[in-house]
């Protein structure tokens, strides 16, 4: 997925939502922050998510992170894949990388997601507060 049409979460996930669809991964700053991926805790199926929670747990060689779901809705899709090869966050953040589909709850709400302009706007300000 091309980085530039996506939208982004304050937190560092990425969203790509297609009708009532949203793909949902890590951000390239976040995979570069965490250092090596090495096991990634998939969501269930059919699991409720409500924006700005916890969806799922990343660890890397450096620290146990938290993705948060940048929408509400139920978890229709994971990528199977992450859990024998967790480093395809780290190679692949926007493509192979994609962390689950979730099917959105009617009427929820997206407009606090930035696009990717204001997303790295955020990114330089997050930085010189470091």
Not at 32 to 56: F, K, M, Q, R
Not at 102 to 129: F, P, Q, R, W
């Amino acid at each position: 997925m091309d980085p530039e049409n996506l939208k982004y979460h304050k937190e560092h996930t990425w969203v790509n939502i297609s009708g009532n669809k949203a793909t949902i991964g890590i951000t390239g700053y976040a995979q570069e922050s965490l250092g090596d991926i090495v096991y990634i805790d998939l969501p269930e199926l059919e699991t409720s998510t409500e924006a700005n929670t916890e969806l799922t747990e990343i660890e890397s060689t450096k620290a146990t992170a938290s993705v948060i779901s940048p929408v509400t809705g139920s978890v229709v899709e994971v990528n199977e894949e992450l859990s024998d090869a967790p480093e395809i966050l780290n190679e692949d953040p926007y493509g192979k990388g994609w962390i689950a589909v979730i099917e959105v709850e009617e009427g929820a709400d997206t407009n606090d997601l930035m696009d990717a302009s204001d997303y790295e706007k955020y990114l330089e300000e997050e930085v010189k507060l470091k």
